[in-house]
């Protein structure tokens, strides 16, 4: 199994740019999520999603849409990039939707944004 | 607002020692979990302990729960130079549909 994996590793985009980070999981897990990492910040949840269908929003969702029409991927898309999004990106997924068990993460896409 | 907050910010101790890290957080929980992060990639989960479990040991690590204080702590035994990361704690809130909110973390250097 490949697990969580992410596309790209890096990414510059200038202002106002669009792109989508995309995640993909090999292990049928019905929970997937994004976060952020910021430096002295920890990881911040943006979007997460308990199955094909349905998604919410995390923490800091504004900026950011996802959408999960199947089971394995999880796409991110940044609408109109600013510089304040440059960050690490990481995607997780886990078994488990009502409670949420063990995540995997994916290696993270290192975003600039100038 | 963040729902864990991990004390210290930043722990440097020898080979051999212990490393105890501490996590508190705001809301009644699921479950509460740790999260070790080497420098530049993933996160990889260590541990995690249910709200109606006090105590929970894998290998070198012992984690504690004490959901009156709203606390949780990591305790790394006989601790190696690999043991140097960032570790995360992370908690799955009760009646938040499926948040996991993780903790600025505590960063550990083990020095040889």
């Known amino acids: 199994n490949a697990g969580v994996t992410q596309t790209p590793k890096f990414q510059v985009l200038k202002t106002g740019q669009s792109m989508t980070l995309q995640c993909a999981q090999d292990?049928?897990?019905?929970?997937m999520s994004w976060y952020r990492q910021d430096p002295g910040m920890g990881l911040r949840l943006i979007h997460y999603?308990?199955?094909?269908?349905?998604?919410d929003q995390g923490e800091v969702p504004n900026g950011y849409n996802v959408s999960r029409s199947t089971t394995e991927d999880f796409p991110l898309r940044l609408l109109s990039a600013a510089p304040s999004q440059t960050s690490v990106y990481f995607c997780?997924?886990?078994?488990?939707?009502?409670?949420?068990?063990?995540?995997?993460f994916g290696p993270g896409t290192r975003l600039t944004v100038t | 607002s963040q729902q864990g907050e991990e004390d210290p910010q930043a722990l440097s101790i020898q080979e051999g020692e212990n490393a105890t890290m501490n996590c508190s957080y705001k809301?009644?929980?699921?479950?509460l979990q740790w999260y070790r992060q080497n420098s530049g990639r993933g996160l990889v989960h260590l541990i995690l302990?249910?709200?109606?479990?006090r105590e929970k040991h894998s290998g070198r690590l012992r984690v504690t729960l004490d959901t009156s204080k709203k606390s949780s702590s990591l305790l790394i035994t006989a601790s190696r130079a690999a043991d140097t990361a960032s570790y995360f704690c992370?908690?799955?809130?009760?009646?938040?549909?499926?948040?996991?909110?993780f903790g600025q973390g505590t960063e550990l250097s083990v020095k040889p």
């Open positions: 302990i249910r709200s109606n479990e």
């Open positions: 997780a997924s886990s078994a488990g939707t009502g409670i949420i068990y063990e995540q995997y």
């Open positions: 292990m049928n897990h019905e929970y």
């Open positions: 992370a908690t799955d809130a009760e009646n938040q549909g499926g948040k996991l909110i």
């Open positions: 999603s308990v199955g094909a269908g349905i998604t």
């Open positions: 809301t009644s929980i699921n479950n």
